[in-house]
Each structure stands twice: as structure tokens, then as C-alpha cells.
């Protein structure tokens, strides 16, 4: 059931824009070298009255309602010497704890998020379509949030249900008498608009009050969110800029009379270290960060006080001057509820504007050693119990870790072979299969992650390993076409990120890293069983879905001809592990040899 934190109140949120618009426990851990960050904005005007004003925003969620395990579920530390630990973090009774933690003696707090909250999502919340996701947010007191690319993987009817309410229009209503409520809270859509109408698909903008304060938020996606969602999933819809869009609304913001303006954008950068309390501006302002979120924060709207971002999954709090020369607040709190980030600032009442020059942000560890909220304990339970018949169930069984870190990997591998040996009981000529690195969301861990025991693999951690859905497709390409999707790895839209496919055994190359642009792929190297690609050849490729209608940037799979759409890819995962694993013989790692690696 869906409640809403009590903190809130039906006045806070007003003057919405439409869519078609027109507790207890110890403090929130920050290291002794967590650093606060302080801006300037000359244009603000500094009246005689300040109140103080905290946002605190989490971002790329992903439905970890558990711990998450593994190195998922750690965050790097800097210590006052200069060293680094591990700190086990996440997980949604941790979280609400430390939020509420965070909130106490705070009169005005928002809590807010920039997108992909739900979607990628483990099992238990992955199973439901992530309506326990939604019921854990509306509980923790979640205000508002931008949308990401991952609320589109089942399609904007999916996302307007999340939203609206309403139980699924396949599967039902999962307990008897009780109906999905929706968010409480607004999922934010700015930059996301129907193709025919040009209108947004959900609220551009929101204006949350508080005690007389008045903010408003604008949420963006990337741009680039249909290269990497199925097309399925982005159908009638369209993308736009993101800094032109936030620039629009900021306008439409300020003749309404809202000058405190924050902007949530699912779009990141990447650090320049991986300890999440580092010093982003140690070198000098913004000169700890790099990526799209530079850009953006530089050609967007002076008026905007802060931007809250996400996608990358990395840790920052940086300042970035705006395009007046001013330095601004950039923040992402890494991913899967293991940090969150506090923004601290004063709200001139005779302004109606946040002071620029007051802004502090600093990233705090979801630590476990704290109590657990025990109304999430109470939430994770029921649905472990509708989750448990399908959750617990074992699939296979394995020696080690199987990861899926490097360019390529063991995990990569092993999923690429699933698919293979799916493919060929579909059509027994086929021979390749291609795997995206971004569609493998975890690792397979070897300790046990409940009562199964270690080397166990379950349904439900195969399913955190392939939580999309996608199907295991065919299609023919020609060599000359194989070739090209080979270079598109690091060419193209991808030349500057590059996505590295991972490949199924008996196809080996050389990627050579040195050069630049598609001739990083060594053409002559690529062998299948040890035969050159003939160009002229005809070869029969497996691959999901995603990548079969050219996602990620992949275009010329998308051309390849006589598709043959097959099942479910982690059931051809799960198939795989059964049939070549056992109790008595764990399956090993492969060895991630098959791409040599020059650097």
C-alpha cells in the first residue's frame, strides 16, 4: 500500500505544471575529508531575511531495495592520510534511516532524485515491475524526481502507470484487495515530448513550498536516451536538448514568480577519483570532473541554483561556472541508494531566491551500521513472500566470482555462450553471439547472498544480472556488416565512451586502444574458429533485443536480415547454467580472453 510520509503536505506542491502542459540511529557518516563546496552568483540579490533551506537527493536507484552485493554495494572512503577503505553501503531500510536521520531539526527539506529510480532493477523489485519500488520511495518521503532513460524500458504506458496508479494490464494486481497507487510523488519529464503534440509526456516542471519557501525543479533525461532504451520502449516519443529545455522552463519558472529554480538531470560525469568525499576542486573549480555534465552546466541558465544528476553512477560534488562565470553546485550521490547528497543553503524571502553564495553539498555513506527503518523492513518482507516461490529457486552452481568488470569479461563471456548455445536450438547454423556490456547490470557473487549456500546461483541473482526482459534474437549479417558493428564498439557515437560487446567463444580479435576511432578494431585480426572473416560471408548472429534494433549505437546490427526473434534472455541464461554446472561441478569463470587488448 502506498502511504505518504507524514511529513508531507498537499499545499507543498502548487502551481504544477501539467502534462500536457501548457529513526533513530547514529548520524550520517562523513569522513573527515568530505569536502563542502561553496558558490557564488553575483546576479542574486542578498535581502535582510534568510531562512535556511536543505535539499537532500539520491539518484539511479535502480530498485535496490536490498543491500546490494558485491562491490554494488560498497563505496570507496578517502581518509584524512590520503588512503582509501570499503564501506558496505546501501539498501532501502538504510536509506529511509538515514534520510529521516538527515531531515531531523531541519523545518524546510526536500528530498529529491535525478531519474532511473526504477528500472535494471533486482528481482524484488524487478518482478513486480517495480511497484515496490514506488511504495518505498512514497514511504521515504520522496518530493519529486526527474525521469531517466530507465523508466522507459517498458514504454511510456509503463511509466504513466508508475506514476498514476493502476495495477498492470497483464499480470494484474499482485495481493488480493490491494491496488497500486502511483507515486506520490511528481516524476518530472521536461525534455521528453510526444511526437505529434510536442507535448510533454509527464510534468515538465514542479513548484514544491515549504514554509513559505518556494523551489522549483525541472527533470531532464539525456538527449541521447533512445540510443541506449529499445525502440519499443521510446515509440511517439521524442528527446530534446536538455540545456534548451531547462532554459525554457527556468523562464516560465521566473515569470511565475519562482527564482529558486534546480535543475534534475539524468546526466553525469566522471570523476576524476573514485572516492566519493574527494576534492572536485582542488585543482581549481570543476577541475575534478569530466563527461557531458560539464557542458550542460556551463550553457545552462545563470538562474538555475544547483543541478542534481545521475547516469554515470559515480560520486562528485563539484563547482562549475554557469554561463555568466559564476560557480554552481554539481552533484551526483553514485548509485543504488549507497550515498545521498545534502545541500544546505539560505532562501532570501524578500528575493524569493536561494543566496548563491550560501550553497554547500557534501555526499553521505548509507552506511549499515545504523537502525533499520523498520517500515521498509515491514515492505521488503512482503514482497520477499509473493517474491520467494520463483526467487529462490536454483539455476546453477559456481566455483568463483564471476565479474563484469574490463573491456571485456568473465560474466560478458559467459553470457555471450549462453545466448550462442540458445541460438543454435533455434537455428543450429548460428554461429556468433554479441552481448552489450551495459545490458549485464551485476556480478555473479560466490558467497551466498541468503541461506543457498555459496557457489549457489539463484533465479533471483541471475535475474539482477539480466533484469531487461529482452528476447534472444537472429539475424544474418554479412562479414563486411560484422566488421562494421565491431568498429561502431569505438566509433561514431560511441568513439568518445566506447561499448566494448561482449563475445561469444571461437570469435577473437585485437582491439588495439593506442589509435583512434574504428581503426582501434584491428580488421585483419578477427578470426572465427581461427578462418579470417570473409566480408562476403554470410553469418548467422545471435544477440538480445536492445541490440538487435541498433540500441547503444550499434546501427548496423539493425540491418542485418531474416530476424528470428527467440525467448527470454535470462531464461537462455539460466538454461545454460543448469546444463553446464553442477553441485558436485561449479562452473569456473571463463577466462576473458578473446579480445586482445593492446594499451
Known amino acids: 500500500m502506498s502511504v505518504t510520509h507524514p511529513r508531507r503536505r498537499a499545499a507543498r506542491r502548487v502551481a504544477a505544471a501539467t502534462a500536457g502542459l501548457a529513526a533513530v540511529g547514529a548520524l550520517v557518516i562523513a569522513s573527515p575529508a568530505a569536502q563542502a563546496h561553496e558558490t557564488q552568483h553575483g546576479g542574486h540579490g542578498h535581502g535582510s531575511r534568510t531562512v535556511d533551506l536543505q535539499l537532500l537527493a539520491i539518484n539511479d536507484f535502480h530498485g535496490n531495495l536490498e543491500p546490494p552485493a558485491g562491490s554494488s554495494g560498497r563505496v570507496t572512503e578517502l581518509q584524512a592520510d590520503g588512503t582509501t577503505k570499503t564501506v558496505d553501503a546501501g539498501g532501502v531500510e538504510y536509506l529511509a534511516s538515514s534520510l529521516r536521520t538527515a531531515r531531523e531539526g531541519q523545518e524546510r527539506s526536500l528530498t529529491v532524485a535525478a531519474g532511473d529510480i526504477v528500472g535494471a532493477s533486482p528481482l524484488l523489485s524487478g518482478l513486480f515491475h517495480d511497484e515496490p519500488t514506488v511504495e518505498a520511495m512514497n514511504k521515504l518521503g520522496l518530493d519529486v524526481t526527474g525521469v531517466g532513460n530507465h523508466e522507459f524500458d517498458e514504454g511510456k504506458d509503463e511509466l504513466l502507470r508508475l506514476q498514476n496508479g493502476g495495477c498492470h494490464p497483464v499480470e494484474g494486481c499482485y495481493e488480493e484487495g490491494r491496488k497500486f497507487k502511483g507515486a506520490d510523488y511528481p516524476i518530472l519529464s521536461a525534455n521528453v515530448v510526444d511526437e505529434k503534440t510536442g507535448r510533454p509526456l509527464l510534468k515538465p516542471y514542479t513548484i514544491e513550498k515549504v514554509k513559505g519557501v518556494r523551489v522549483g525543479f525541472i527533470g531532464v533525461t539525456l538527449e541521447g536516451t533512445p540510443n541506449i532504451v529499445t525502440a519499443e520502449g521510446v515509440k511517439g516519443l521524442k528527446f530534446l536538448d536538455e540545456v534548451e529545455t531547462i532554459n525554457k522552463y527556468t523562464k516560465e519558472l521566473k515569470r511565475q514568480g519562482v527564482n529558486a529554480v534546480v535543475a534534475l538531470v539524468h546526466e553525469g560525469g566522471f570523476p576524476a577519483s573514485s572516492a566519493y568525499n574527494y576534492d572536485?576542486?582542488?585543482?581549481?573549480?570543476?577541475?575534478?570532473?569530466?563527461?557531458?555534465?560539464?557542458?550542460?552546466?556551463?550553457?545552462?541558465?545563470?538562474?538555475?541554483?544547483?543541478?542534481?544528476?545521475?547516469?554515470?553512477?559515480?560520486?562528485?560534488?563539484?563547482?562549475?561556472?554557469?554561463?555568466?562565470?559564476?560557480?554552481?553546485?554539481?552533484?551526483?550521490?553514485?548509485?543504488?541508494?549507497?550515498?545521498?547528497?545534502?545541500?544546505?543553503?539560505?532562501?532570501?524571502?524578500?528575493t524569493h531566491d536561494i543566496v548563491r553564495s550560501s550553497v554547500r553539498g557534501s555526499n553521505h555513506v548509507v552506511d549499515r551500521t545504523r537502525n533499520k527503518a523498520a517500515d521498509m523492513t515491514s515492505l521488503i518482507s512482503r514482497w520477499q513472500t509473493l517474491a520467494a516461490p520463483i526467487a529462490g529457486r536454483t539455476v546453477g552452481w559456481i566455483s568463483q566470482d564471476i565479474t563484469r568488470t574490463g573491456n571485456e569479461s568473465a560474466l560478458g563471456d559467459l553470457i555471450a555462450d549462453a545466448q550462442l548455445a540458445y541460438a543454435k536450438t533455434l537455428d543450429p547454423s548460428a554461429t556468433i553471439a554479441l552481448m552489450n556490456p551495459g545490458g549485464i547490470r551485476t556480478d555473479l557473487v560466490h558467497k551466498a547472498s541468503g541461506s543457498e549456500g555459496d557457489g549457489?546461483?539463484?533465479?533471483?541473482?541471475?535475474?539482477a544480472v539480466q533484469p531487461f526482459s529482452n528476447t534472444v534474437n537472429l539475424r544474418?549479417?554479412?562479414?563486411?556488416?560484422?566488421?562494421?558493428?565491431?568498429?561502431?564498439?569505438?566509433?561514431?557515437?560511441?568513439?568518445?565512451?566506447?561499448?566494448?560487446?561482449?563475445?561469444?567463444?571461437?570469435?577473437?580479435?585485437?582491439?588495439?586502444?593506442?589509435?583512434?576511432?574504428?581503426?582501434?578494431?584491428?580488421?585483419d585480426s578477427i578470426r572465427l574458429?581461427?578462418?579470417?572473416?570473409?566480408?562476403?560471408?554470410?553469418?548467422?548472429?545471435?544477440?538480445?533485443?536492445?541490440?538487435?534494433?541498433?540500441?547503444?549505437?550499434?546501427?548496423?546490427?539493425?540491418?542485418?536480415t531474416d530476424e528470428l526473434v527467440g525467448g527470454d534472455d535470462l531464461a537462455a541464461l539460466n538454461a545454460y547454467l543448469t546444463a553446464n554446472s553442477s553441485a558436485s561441478a561449479p562452473l569456473a569463470a571463463p577466462a576473458a580472453d578473446r579480445i586482445t587488448i593492446i594499451q
Open 280 to 350: 572536485c576542486d582542488a585543482g581549481g573549480s570543476g577541475t575534478g570532473l569530466s563527461g557531458p555534465i560539464v557542458d550542460i552546466a556551463k550553457n545552462t541558465s545563470a538562474d538555475v541554483d544547483a543541478l542534481v544528476t545521475g547516469h554515470t553512477h559515480t560520486a562528485y560534488v563539484c563547482t562549475v561556472p554557469d554561463p555568466e562565470g559564476n560557480d554552481r553546485l554539481v552533484t551526483s550521490a553514485a548509485s543504488f541508494g549507497r550515498l545521498f547528497t545534502e545541500l544546505d543553503m539560505k532562501y532570501d524571502t524578500h
Open 456 to 463: 549457489v546461483v539463484t533465479y533471483a541473482e541471475g535475474f
Open 476 to 523: 544474418t549479417l554479412t562479414g563486411a556488416q560484422l566488421v562494421t558493428a565491431l568498429q561502431q564498439q569505438v566509433s561514431g557515437s560511441n568513439e568518445a565512451a566506447p561499448k566494448i560487446l561482449q563475445i561469444s567463444s571461437g570469435l577473437t580479435y585485437t582491439l588495439d586502444l593506442t589509435k583512434s576511432g574504428a581503426a582501434r578494431v584491428v580488421t
Open 529 to 560: 574458429g581461427g578462418a579470417p572473416i570473409d566480408p562476403a560471408a554470410n553469418y548467422r548472429v545471435a544477440m538480445n533485443s536492445f541490440l538487435s534494433g541498433g540500441g547503444d549505437g550499434f546501427g548496423e546490427l539493425a540491418k542485418g
